[in-house]
């Protein structure tokens, strides 16, 4: 090589070394193979930034586990999954769940969930990558640890998965606390991927199509003070995550205080957390304790059933200074049609 | 020879290419002043720190009441010199007295002394407008909804009061559309910002302004709900004026 050939090499190669890091933060390379491949969840137009969890980052394994996992029995030693008490086509909810304690629960969907961050009637408890823990006690999955780490670690997908997206080399060595929690941390990131987004109100948003005439009544008393709906169940996740009472009781006892029972504040007294309406079709009988079998009742409820109870949240009163909204027969029906209008058929299929 | 010279042509073209593609940042980097103006909000009721959802308060009608919610914006920040130049944010600030802190951070401040300040509660035509803020799972609720105008709600104000035969009733005092934007009077300030040293302003709300001053707001003559009730909500815009006070 003659010294000019080489000197014009070096300056291309300076030049080029010079051009690549010019913008060197913008250049990713993971030079291991083993770490779980990053999952970008996918967010509707218009809804907020979902809560992601730093601890529990999504990722494509995860997320197949977790999918997995929700509703494989493997998990229970009564023969339960997730999936027994999310059904899907009630939107991963259940009409009524007894419990020991002899109450009655409707329980809540699994919708759309990575927009929150409080769960449960009364928001007891505020982190999705360990809602899951509990489900393994008696009540519900009845979780015989032997048996648990016997037929997850002889099954023939599990022991991969869980190497692939959390690192555990053999389930066995894992404590059983760290195990649940593993198990808890892939079903939220399975969770956290459960939108929907595609009701006949989305599709009228994004002009893909009308809503008839009865859906358009309905939604313009659903989002002016004629229904006063969406104050508590704002779009897009058509609920305002917030807690209210509303007016169910004019006393209370039990499960019916609400918020009460975490707080023992008065003024958290009878306050239940907004459920999301997205699907409501769907997810009937309605409130806490499932005491309305339709959305007739339920309307029927807000139209005149207010109770007078000093507790009731403020947004239920009504610019006439009672506690009715006065909708006739059909503004009821075109309300209920615009509700039906939030059903995600996609969703449960 | 020439052949050198080629490659040193191509090389000054690549690199200029390469750190030419950086460069908008770096200039932006270089223009902005590296200073900001920290805006710490709190909420009182005649000097006393708001207390949530206990009816500890009486306003100039002798209702006595309480506070269950308090949200709203604050948009159209400006800070005047003496000279009477403004420096102008077009931030847009979502507010809810529940949160332990509220800190509004204006950016870019320039250098100087700032003798007063001025802003809205509310958001301006041009941004108040559905979707125009990014949504956030905390500022969703404030919606305006399109079928009756669109945009957001400037104030949502509520909770509860004993009516004139000591029943406990609701009251929830919102204020929304471009009509009802409140331009809160401007407020005297003495503040020097100085280059990567913040400064902070306290400023404080007293919630009892929202029914007094100049519209002694009774709950039991005028109502209790305001929602796309302009009259009402006249009242409050009115009212909304001198809610605020600066703490030296």
Not at chain 1, 266 to 271: A, P, R, T
């Amino acid at each position: 090589m003659t010294p000019s050939l080489y000197k014009t090499k070096l300056m291309a190669c300076v030049g080029m070394l010079l051009l690549s890091i010019s913008c060197q933060e913008e250049t990713t390379v993971n030079p291991e193979n083993n770490e779980p491949t990053p999952y970008s969840l996918a967010i509707p137009t218009g809804f907020p930034k979902s809560y992601l969890s730093k601890e529990n980052p999504l990722t494509i394994e995860g997320i197949q586990l977790g999918k997995m996992l929700y509703s494989d029995p493997i998990l229970s030693s009564n023969g339960r999954s997730c999936s027994s008490c999310h059904l899907k086509e009630n939107s991963f909810s259940l009409p009524i769940f007894n419990s020991w304690s002899g109450t009655k629960i409707s329980v809540p969907p699994h919708v759309n969930l990575a927009f929150r961050n409080k769960f449960n009637w009364t928001g007891s408890e505020h982190n999705l990558d360990t809602l899951a823990m509990g489900d393994f006690e008696p009540e519900f999955f009845n979780t015989k640890p032997d048996e648990l780490y016997k037929k997850l670690s002889e099954h023939s997908v599990y022991p991969s998965l869980f190497k692939k997206a959390f690192g555990i080399n053999k389930i066995e060595e894992v404590p059983y606390h760290q195990l649940k929690k593993t198990i808890a941390m892939a079903l939220a990131q399975h969770i956290r991927t459960m939108i929907s987004a595609n009701s006949k109100f989305d599709k009228f948003k994004r002009r893909e199509l009308s809503l008839n005439q009865m859906e358009h009544e309905g939604y313009v008393i659903f989002f002016s003070e004629k229904g006063d709906c969406f104050h508590c169940h704002s779009d897009p996740l058509f609920s305002d995550q917030e807690f209210h009472n509303t007016g169910l009781n004019i006393s209370y006892n039990g499960s019916d205080k609400g918020l009460f029972n975490l707080t023992q504040r008065q003024e958290d007294m009878g306050k239940f957390l907004s459920p999301t309406l997205r699907n409501i079709e769907f997810t009937a009988p309605y409130m806490h304790d499932g005491r309305f079998s339709n959305l007739e009742q339920v309307i029927d409820h807000y139209n005149e059933g207010v109770s007078d109870d000093k507790h009731v949240d403020p947004l239920l009163n009504k610019r006439n200074g009672t506690r009715k909204l006065n909708l006739t027969p059909i503004q009821k029906q075109q309300l209920i049609a615009f509700l039906k209008a939030l059903s995600d058929w996609d969703y449960i299929k | 020879m020439k052949n050198i010279s080629t490659i040193a042509i191509l090389n000054f073209i690549l690199i200029s290419i390469g750190l030419g593609s950086c460069k908008k940042e770096l200039i932006n980097q270089v223009e902005l002043p590296n200073t900001s103006l920290t805006i710490e909000i709190s909420h009182e009721v005649n000097g006393i720190l708001l207390e949530f959802d206990s009816i500890l308060y009486q306003n100039s009608s002798e209702s006595p009441y309480s506070v269950s919610r308090l949200e709203y914006y604050i948009s159209g920040i400006k800070l005047y010199k003496e000279d009477s130049t403004f420096l102008h944010s077009d931030a847009t600030y979502y507010i809810n007295a529940r949160n332990k802190e509220n800190k509004l951070l204006v950016q870019h401040v320039v250098e100087g002394d700032y003798t007063a300040i001025e802003f809205l509660i509310g958001i301006a035509a041009d941004k108040n407008i559905s979707n125009s803020l990014e949504n956030t799972t905390e500022n969703i609720n404030m919606q305006w909804p399109d079928v009756i105008g669109g945009g957001y709600h400037f104030l949502k104000l509520e909770g509860r009061y004993l009516d004139t035969a000591g029943v406990n009733l609701g009251y929830t005092m919102h204020v929304g559309t471009n009509e009802m934007l409140i331009k809160h009077r401007k407020l005297n300030i003495n503040i020097h910002i100085q280059k990567e040293k913040p400064a902070i302003l306290n400023c404080i709300m007293n919630v009892n302004e929202w029914f007094q001053n100049p519209h002694t707001y009774n709950f039991n003559v005028d109502g209790n709900y305001t929602m796309a009730i302009p009259a009402l909500m006249q009242h409050l815009k009115n009212n909304g004026y001198d809610t605020f006070l600066i703490q030296n």
